[in-house]
């Protein structure tokens, strides 16, 4: 049974179904990937229809670390853009070099402080706490020593950040 409009918000993706296998790939490939995050029912046509096929999926619900999420299977003609991304708090190195080179890979591609694009077009901010809480740190000094560091990054480095905050 469908989840679909049972909660107050849902986050909808678009995805061109056929790029890398469209809304139902880039959930299974979530799931597999990121916590609290599971693949739902999936929508396919009835019929065919211009561009497609009896059994395409339509609309893919999902839940994306923990939001309700349903992943739209449109047309090439829309484009994700740097207007929205999905932030991943890390806690170690490790984990934010896994999620990091997952991302980015099959046609994934790298930005800066922290960002990347997945192969779908989505955008993504790999955040290890150790950033968060150095931007907040009550030392005007150790935050823009944290700032200035991450601004030299590509994927963040914690153990860089953490010697900046410290002024070492």
């Not at 107050?8 to 790029?19: A, I, Q, S, V």
């Not at 000094?141 to 590509?154: E, H, I, L, N």
């Amino acid at each position: 049974m469908s989840q679909w409009g049972k909660a107050k918000g849902t986050l909808c993706l678009w995805y061109d179904k056929n790029e890398h296998g469209g809304a139902e790939a880039a959930a299974q490939f979530y799931a597999g990937l990121l916590p609290d995050t599971a693949v739902g029912h999936v929508m396919r046509s009835p019929g065919d229809y211009p561009g497609g096929k009896a059994g395409d999926a339509l609309v893919v619900e999902f839940t994306l670390l923990g939001f309700p999420c349903i992943g739209l299977n449109g047309g090439g003609h829309t484009q994700h853009t740097d207007a929205f991304s999905i932030q991943v708090t890390t806690e170690t190195q490790e984990e934010t070099d896994r999620y990091w080179d997952a991302l980015i890979s099959d046609g994934g591609r790298v930005m800066a402080c922290g960002w990347c694009v997945d192969r779908w077009g989505v955008r993504w901010q790999i955040t290890p706490r150790a950033l968060i809480e150095g931007m907040g740190d009550p030392d005007p000094a150790a935050r823009g020593r944290v700032f200035a560091a991450m601004q030299t990054m590509v994927k963040v480095d914690i153990a860089a950040i953490e010697a900046a905050r410290k002024g070492v």
